[in-house]
């Protein structure tokens, strides 16, 4: 029964989920060191991957939340920890979230884990590694889970595992609460960004008949999901989208050792978000509830050099759980 109890404790301060949630991108200084390299996919698009090598014979594959890159907080604190343990790591920045707008009409949602998979077929066919481990963050944390269950059978035996924090397994039911009053800072900040980039493929690809009114009127996720995932990505409507992006379903199928780290304290997961069931009967997904943490925060105090208790879970689990050595 693969459930942990947790160990975080953060300083008072700390204990308010909607401060963690803000203290780490706000106030953290964490930047890395990236050779980036472009590779062009089978649709003639390109993604580009961010590495830092410290020469590892392992591998941790980073990939970022909703609106985030290589260069989000999280993805830099644990790219320099990971590397200060030597090991290598590379940062998936989803398509159109590089820096600069991807050559296609669709881009990246919480369900495409085709593009995880040909990432993942990419480093194993040009880099010599003996263990991948993929770790996901929100929207990049269902990735991980949805790809690990869905491709179970076929996942190469260099893939040892993974690990998700912060993550929205349920969509539709997470969606509900991200609708809700205490979250509405949040959307706004998402939303200044998205609308931006639907705006753009709609000058890009006329084709594409944006409604522009409903698009500035749009305030839920809901109302995007309408206008542009659906139609793009080929989802009969937002309620098909979620039912198909959300890895819950997949938990199940995961065969190599995976954590997910969720805070009951994150303001964007919804009860359907804590899959403890799940947990208990399987062998290989492992469920650890933190009573703190907000969303990708996890942050203990105002000294940096204490702030990375969810770092130092992640390889903690790669070493016991994964157990790989480094």
Same mark, same amino acid.
């Given at each position: 029964? /693969?459930?942990?109890?947790?160990?975080?404790?953060?300083?008072?301060?700390?204990?308010?989920?909607?401060?963690?949630?803000?203290?780490?991108?706000?106030?953290?200084?964490?930047?890395?060191?990236?050779?980036?390299?472009?590779?062009?996919?089978?649709?003639?698009?390109?993604?580009?991957?961010?590495?830092?090598?410290?020469?590892?014979?392992?591998?941790?594959?980073?990939?970022?939340?909703?609106?985030?890159?290589?260069?989000?907080?999280?993805?830099?604190?644990?790219?320099?920890?990971?590397?200060?343990? *030597?090991?290598?790591?590379?940062?998936?920045? %989803?398509? *159109?979230?590089?820096?600069?707008?991807?050559?296609?009409?669709?881009?990246?949602?919480?369900?495409?884990?085709?593009?995880?998979?040909?990432?993942?077929?990419?480093? %194993?066919?040009?880099?010599?590694?003996?263990?991948?481990?993929?770790?996901?963050?929100?929207?990049?944390?269902?990735?991980?889970?949805?790809?690990?269950?869905?491709?179970?059978?076929?996942?190469?035996?260099?893939?040892?595992?993974?690990?998700?924090?912060?993550?929205?397994?349920?969509?539709?039911?997470?969606? %509900?609460?991200?609708?809700?009053?205490?979250?509405?800072?949040?959307?706004?900040?998402?939303?200044?960004?998205?609308?931006?980039?639907?705006?753009?493929?709609?000058?890009?690809? /006329?084709?594409?008949?944006?409604?522009?009114?409903?698009?500035?009127?749009?305030?839920?996720?809901?109302?995007?999901?309408?206008?542009?995932?659906?139609?793009?990505?080929?989802?009969?409507?937002?309620?098909?989208?979620?039912?198909?992006?959300?890895?819950?379903?997949?938990?199940?199928?995961?065969?190599?050792?995976?954590?997910?780290?969720?805070?009951?304290?994150?303001?964007?997961?919804?009860?359907?978000?804590?899959?403890?069931?799940?947990? #208990?009967?399987?062998?290989?997904?492992?469920?650890?509830?933190?009573?703190?943490?907000?969303?990708?925060?996890?942050?203990?105090?105002?000294?940096? #050099?204490?702030?990375?208790?969810?770092?130092?879970?992640?390889?903690?689990?790669?070493?016991?759980?994964?157990?790989?050595?480094?």
């Amino acid at each position: 029964m /693969p459930l942990f109890e947790s160990n975080f404790l953060p300083t008072i301060p700390f204990r308010n989920g909607h401060f963690n949630t803000m203290y780490r991108p706000l106030f953290m200084k964490d930047t890395a060191n990236y050779t980036r390299k472009r590779i062009t996919t089978w649709d003639h698009d390109f993604i580009d991957l961010d590495f830092s090598f410290v020469g590892s014979k392992t591998l941790v594959l980073l990939i970022h939340g909703l609106e985030g890159s290589s260069e989000s907080k999280y993805m830099a604190s644990n790219t320099n920890h990971l590397n200060s343990l *030597g090991v290598d790591t590379v940062c998936f920045n %989803l398509r *159109g979230c590089s820096g600069e707008d991807n050559l296609l009409l669709t881009t990246y949602h919480s369900g495409k884990t085709e593009d995880v998979d040909f990432v993942v077929n990419y480093l %194993l066919n040009h880099y010599n590694y003996n263990s991948i481990v993929i770790v996901g963050f929100s929207l990049g944390g269902n990735l991980t889970l949805k790809y690990l269950g869905e491709q179970s059978a076929h996942i190469s035996p260099i893939v040892k595992g993974g690990i998700a924090a912060s993550v929205p397994i349920d969509i539709g039911s997470a969606e %509900l609460e991200m609708d809700k009053i205490k979250n509405k800072l949040y959307m706004e900040m998402f939303f200044k960004t998205m609308k931006n980039k639907i705006l753009e493929k709609a000058h890009k690809f /006329p084709t594409y008949n944006l409604d522009k009114d409903k698009l500035f009127k749009a305030t839920k996720f809901r109302h995007l999901e309408k206008i542009y995932t659906a139609p793009v990505f080929g989802f009969e409507s937002p309620e098909d989208y979620w039912e198909k992006a959300s890895s819950k379903p997949f938990l199940s199928k995961i065969k190599r050792p995976t954590l997910l780290v969720n805070a009951k304290d994150d303001t964007f997961l919804s009860k359907e978000c804590y899959p403890y069931k799940e947990a #208990e009967n399987s062998d290989f997904f492992f469920f650890e509830e933190t009573k703190y943490g907000g969303h990708c925060g996890f942050m203990s105090s105002f000294k940096p #050099e204490e702030n990375r208790w969810l770092e130092h879970r992640i390889s903690r689990f790669i070493k016991e759980s994964i157990q790989i050595d480094f």
